[in-house]
């Protein structure tokens, strides 16, 4: 839908800047309960507003804000909550890198929202990024290596090559894997504290003047090709203009008949390893993000990555460590991170990565509603780039097909790498 037609659209049906016959500044005024408070009976009456944002991930709450930001009314609805544990956007740390091999708008992507992550914790008061660099340990140069080591160039993003010596003296708590490994060390790395984020996202949403509901939302009537209506488990209805499903695992749960196939969801989960007392090594900042193990934010613990593992599905399975798994984090520790094999696990995050076939976002209008977006597919590497997620999905919404001119990539070739593969795992 192009954005002429949008507003036209959202004119028609919406109603510009309504959120239930509710202006936005009175909307705002109510809206200042915390999110945690949000009732959990009906509304009482059915909302209308400009757009709906499905999902309140990371994916979900920046879109929401974004829109929101360029004037539109919006609801974001979750059927757990921001930033749930059951959701692919929870706990207590994440990884930012920049490092994406031959993937030049990731790259300039996660820069970007390096720099987003800082202006938009100093608007809400919350730190949210943690920049102590992203450390990632190599034993040649590889093609990728080789490619990725010329965009850092070409872009002029800071960047230094370790020897193993200098690396064992620089950050001894955390040595390489063998003496043939350099290190490729950018200080524009570091870790995210999702808690807060999602949390400082969503509250922002709501003080502009945003509608957080919870409930279970499922596609409800149609007219021709277009979506008017999502029914919500309360009974209630949210009509709108245009409809964003940032689903992350669910999509394919919601929209069996084009995401059957299209992502894999499996179990995955970050072990938070305690640290001995006053021992401060492996907390930010004196520790950059190694990929493998994240350094502690707040006294959380340290972040040890265990990788994917089963299919699961996201609303049944227990958030547990296999014996397995736990063997495994003991096994990682005793290897790659000595001083702490024998500290205690203080719990472990699990959720579920939800991969797309091509590791591509997916940001594209379902085949047969031309005001239905679909978006997920973080591929276990989307929560660094929320904040361009969210700015750039927004302007698909309202019918801007951004491009990166610095990667020479126009609105249609980028929009052309996040579309729906036709290609299925089965
Ligand atoms: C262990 C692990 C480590 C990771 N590490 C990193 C990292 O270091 N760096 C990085 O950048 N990324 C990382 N990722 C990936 C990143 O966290 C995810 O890609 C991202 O959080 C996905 O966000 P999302 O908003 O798409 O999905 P989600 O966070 O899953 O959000 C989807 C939301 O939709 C809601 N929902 C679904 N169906 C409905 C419905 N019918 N009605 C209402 N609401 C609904 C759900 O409740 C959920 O809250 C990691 C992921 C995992 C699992």
Same mark, same amino acid.
């Given at each position: 839908?192009?954005?002429?037609?949008?507003?036209?659209?959202?004119?028609?049906?919406?109603?510009?800047?309504?959120?239930?016959?509710?202006?936005?500044?009175?909307?705002?005024?109510?809206?200042?309960?915390?999110?945690?408070?949000?009732?959990?009976?009906?509304?009482?009456?059915?909302?209308?507003?400009?757009?709906?944002?499905?999902?309140?991930?990371?994916?979900?709450?920046?879109?929401?804000?974004?829109?929101?930001?360029?004037?539109?009314? $919006?609801? #974001?609805?979750?059927?757990?909550?921001?930033?749930?544990?059951?959701?692919?956007?929870?706990?207590?740390?994440?990884?930012?890198?920049?490092?994406?091999?031959?993937?030049?708008?990731?790259?300039?992507?996660?820069?970007?929202?390096?720099? !987003?992550?800082?202006?938009?914790?100093?608007?809400?008061?919350?730190?949210?990024?943690? !920049?102590? *660099?992203?450390?990632?340990?190599?034993?040649?140069?590889?093609?990728?290596?080789?490619?990725?080591?010329?965009?850092?160039?070409?872009?002029?993003?800071?960047?230094?090559?370790?020897?193993?010596?200098?690396?064992?003296?620089?950050?001894?708590?955390?040595?390489?894997?063998?003496?043939?490994?350099?290190?490729?060390?950018?200080?524009?790395?570091?870790?995210?504290?999702?808690?807060?984020?999602?949390?400082? $996202?969503?509250?922002?949403?709501?003080?502009? *003047?945003?509608?957080?509901?919870?409930?279970?939302?499922?596609?409800?009537?149609?007219?021709?090709?277009? #979506?008017?209506?999502?029914?919500?488990?309360? *009974?209630?209805?949210?009509?709108?203009?245009?409809?964003?499903?940032?689903?992350?695992?669910?999509?394919?749960?919601?929209?069996?008949?084009?995401?059957?196939?299209? #992502?894999?969801?499996?179990?995955?989960?970050?072990?938070?390893?305690?640290?001995?007392?006053?021992?401060?090594?492996?907390?930010?900042?004196?520790?950059?993000?190694?990929?493998?193990?994240?350094?502690?934010?707040?006294?959380?613990?340290?972040?040890?990555?265990?990788?994917?593992?089963?299919?699961?599905?996201?609303?049944?399975?227990?958030?547990?460590?296999?014996?397995?798994?736990?063997?495994?984090?003991?096994?990682?520790?005793?290897?790659?991170?000595?001083?702490?094999?024998? !500290?205690?696990?203080?719990?472990?995050?699990?959720?579920?990565?939800?991969?797309?076939?091509? *590791? !591509?976002?997916?940001?594209?209008?379902?085949?047969?509603?031309?005001?239905?977006?679909? $978006?997920?597919?973080?591929?276990?590497?989307?929560?660094?780039?929320?904040?361009?997620?969210?700015?750039?999905?927004?302007?698909?919404?309202?019918?801007?097909?951004?491009?990166?001119?610095?990667?020479?990539?126009?609105?249609?070739?980028?929009?052309?790498?996040?579309?729906?593969?036709?290609?299925?795992?089965?």
């Amino acid at each position: 839908m192009d954005r002429r037609r949008f507003v036209k659209t959202v004119g028609a049906s919406a109603g510009t800047l309504a959120l239930g016959g509710t202006s936005v500044l009175s909307a705002a005024a109510e809206d200042v309960e915390s999110l945690a408070l949000q009732p959990a009976q009906p509304m009482g009456s059915d909302v209308t507003v400009d757009v709906a944002v499905i999902g309140a991930g990371v994916m979900g709450n920046w879109t929401a804000l974004h829109l929101r930001e360029m004037g539109l009314s $919006v609801a #974001l609805v979750d059927q757990y909550g921001v930033g749930n544990s059951k959701s692919s956007s929870p706990g207590e740390i994440r990884g930012m890198r920049l490092t994406y091999g031959e993937d030049e708008h990731e790259m300039l992507w996660a820069r970007d929202a390096c720099e !987003q992550w800082k202006l938009r914790g100093a608007e809400f008061g919350t730190q949210m990024f943690y !920049q102590c *660099g992203g450390l990632s340990f190599r034993r040649e140069w590889t093609a990728r290596n080789t490619v990725e080591r010329a965009l850092f160039d070409k872009h002029q993003v800071p960047y230094e090559v370790i020897r193993y010596d200098e690396l064992v003296r620089r950050w001894p708590q955390a040595p390489p894997p063998s003496e043939e490994h350099f290190g490729f060390y950018h200080p524009w790395g570091g870790v995210l504290s999702p808690r807060d984020a999602n949390m400082a $996202v969503a509250t922002s949403f709501k003080k502009k *003047g945003g509608k957080f509901l919870l409930g279970k939302a499922a596609p409800g009537a149609r007219a021709g090709g277009s #979506l008017q209506t999502v029914t919500l488990s309360s *009974g209630e209805t949210v009509s709108a203009g245009a409809f964003v499903f940032a689903l992350g695992a669910w999509l394919p749960k919601v929209f069996p008949e084009v995401m059957t196939g299209k #992502l894999s969801v499996r179990k995955a989960a970050y072990n938070m390893i305690g640290t001995p007392p006053g021992d401060h090594r492996f907390a930010v900042p004196n520790l950059p993000n190694t990929g493998l193990g994240l350094p502690s934010i707040n006294g959380a613990g340290f972040g040890l990555l265990i990788n994917p593992t089963d299919e699961v599905d996201p609303d049944e399975y227990e958030r547990l460590p296999s014996a397995d798994e736990t063997a495994r984090a003991r096994r990682t520790l005793a290897t790659r991170f000595p001083a702490l094999k024998d !500290q205690p696990i203080l719990h472990v995050w699990t959720c579920q990565t939800e991969n797309s076939v091509d *590791g !591509q976002c997916i940001f594209d209008l379902h085949p047969e509603m031309d005001n239905v977006w679909l $978006v997920g597919g973080g591929s276990w590497h989307a929560f660094k780039i929320g904040p361009v997620i969210g700015d750039y999905v927004a302007h698909r919404v309202i019918g801007e097909e951004q491009g990166i001119p610095e990667a020479n990539l126009s609105g249609p070739e980028l929009a052309a790498l996040f579309k729906l593969k036709a290609e299925t795992f089965a």
